[in-house]
């Protein structure tokens, strides 16, 4: 055996053989199915392991579908009731703003209804103190009305004493009925035509036209609302005058004794005239002795309603009207007086006559005061016994005039249950304030009974 190392020679190479050849493709035919297998077996093992993973993802899948299923059915089932619980909440919303807007509607109707109630409560109290005024109202004019024809009766008599204590007695009953009345009415209850009013320091006395009290009525008040019936100021009339027609009385002060002026019929003359009495306190009683009266003007169709003046420097003066006479219409005359007030002291002027329209012929009932620059008159026109009775003013320069009216008419007339004022005179307070005593009719009773 030698020990040389030889090179082995490829049996696979070129010089190899057929037998060799085949044992080669064998060798690869081998290994190629034995790779086939391997692929197989694996391709085999992949596949189910796929089909295993597919089936698992299949029911995962089916599982999450279901899920999904039951989620989507949950979501829906929320949904509907979230839907439900909007419309419920709509519902409740518009419930409440339902019984809001009828509680609203309800607390106004209960405020409406307070204030209803209120209303009622206090028309029923009005009522009740209204009920009460009316029947003591009733009950006073109840009793006034029964003095005042126990009045008449003792007029129809002739006793004169007893017709004033007649209304004496009822004079409270009858300021109670006036009171009742409330309002700027009447503050004299009884007929108390043309007054006059004459303040003597801190009181008052007004007269008037003869009525009830006698010839020339007097009361007496400290504060021009509530006024005390004194009787008759004028208890005895002189021999050559009438009865029963003593018109429009006025008052004059003097030192220590007071000058009344007053209308009566002159019997001889056959006219109304002038007269004048005297007196040492102003309630009377006057005492008329004179042989005649002091203005009776049968020129100018004799003379009525007379009205004194005081002017600023001290002289006496005294207004009238003058009656119709001769065709010509009345007019107002004025006159000065002497110092005593108990003669005239000149002849008379005329100051105005009737020339306006709501006038109708008539001016009568004169009063003059001083104002700034001149003097004011007042007078009266129309008919006396109508509504159309007024008051009429004119500016004069003197008490003897001349004196103008303006055209605009009267300055007091009739008003609400006011009618005819007429009569108007002027007088002061203890101010020196300007008032004016006036008399009317009250509505419905317009017109002498």
Same mark, same amino acid.
Request: charged letters at 15%; one cysteine or more.
């Given at each position: ?34 790779? =086939? ?10 596949? =189910?392991?796929?089909?295993? *993973? ?25 949904? #509907? ?44 109290? *009005? ?5 009460? #005024? ?7 004019? @109840? ?21 004033? &204590? ?10 109670? /009925?006036?009171?009742? /009345?409330?309002? %700027? ?28 009290? &006698?010839?020339?009525? =007097? ?21 050559? @005058? ?47 002795? *004179? ?63 009737? %020339? ?19 003097? /004011?008159?007042?007078? *009266? ?12 003013? #004119? ?22 249950? =006011?009618?005819?004022? &007429? ?27």
């Amino acid at each position: 055996m030698t020990n040389v190392l030889t090179p082995i020679p490829d049996r696979t190479g070129p010089g190899a053989g057929p037998r060799a050849t085949r044992v080669r493709t064998r060798a690869r035919r081998a290994s190629w199915v034995a790779l =086939v297998a391997v692929l197989a077996t694996a391709s085999v093992g992949a596949e =189910v392991a796929l089909g295993a *993973s597919l089936r698992h993802a299949h029911a995962a899948h089916s599982r999450g579908e279901d899920t999904l299923a039951r989620v989507n059915q949950l979501l829906r089932a929320v949904d #509907a009731q979230l839907n439900a619980a909007v419309a419920k909440l709509a519902g409740l919303r518009h419930d409440i703003a339902t019984r809001t807007s009828e509680l609203n509607d309800a607390s106004r109707a209960l405020a409406q209804a307070q204030d209803a109630l209120r209303v009622v409560k206090s028309g029923v109290a *009005s009522a009740a103190v209204q009920a009460t #005024a009316n029947h003591t109202q009733i009950s006073a004019l @109840a009793e006034c009305l029964g003095g005042a024809q126990q009045a008449v009766l003792h007029l129809d008599t002739g006793d004169i004493a007893g017709a004033t &204590g007649a209304l004496q007695w009822v004079q409270g009953a009858c300021n109670d /009925a006036l009171t009742a /009345a409330g309002g %700027d009415g009447p503050v004299f209850p009884f007929d108390f035509a043309d007054p006059f009013v004459l303040r003597v320091g801190s009181t008052y006395y007004a007269y008037s036209t003869n009525a009830g009290a &006698g010839n020339v009525q =007097v009361i007496q008040s400290d504060d021009m609302r509530h006024w005390q019936l004194l009787g008759n100021a004028l208890p005895s009339l002189p021999a050559w @005058a009438g009865t029963n027609a003593t018109w429009a009385p006025s008052v004059l002060a003097r030192n220590g004794y007071y000058v009344l002026y007053y209308v009566v019929p002159d019997m001889a003359a056959g006219q109304r005239c002038i007269a004048s009495a005297v007196a040492l306190a102003p309630q009377g009683p006057f005492v008329d002795s *004179s042989p005649g009266p002091l203005v009776c003007r049968t020129d100018l169709g004799g003379a009525i309603d007379p009205s004194p003046l005081v002017d600023p420097s001290g002289n006496v003066w005294l207004l009238w009207r003058g009656e119709d006479h001769g065709g010509q219409k009345g007019a107002i005359y004025s006159a000065p007086l002497t110092p005593d007030g108990r003669a005239l002291a000149g002849g008379p002027t005329a100051l105005i006559r009737a %020339d306006q329209g709501w006038e109708q012929g008539v001016v009568e009932a004169p009063s003059m005061t001083a104002i700034p620059g001149g003097f /004011a008159l007042l007078y *009266s026109g129309n008919d006396w016994n109508s509504r159309s009775y007024a008051t009429g003013f #004119a500016w004069c320069a003197t008490p003897a005039g001349p004196c103008t009216k303006p055209p605009r008419g009267p300055v007091l007339a009739s008003h609400d249950a =006011v009618a005819g004022p &007429g009569g108007a005179e002027f007088f002061t307070d203890p101010a020196g304030a300007e008032w004016i005593a006036y008399h009317a009719y009250t509505v419905p009773n317009i017109g002498y009974p």
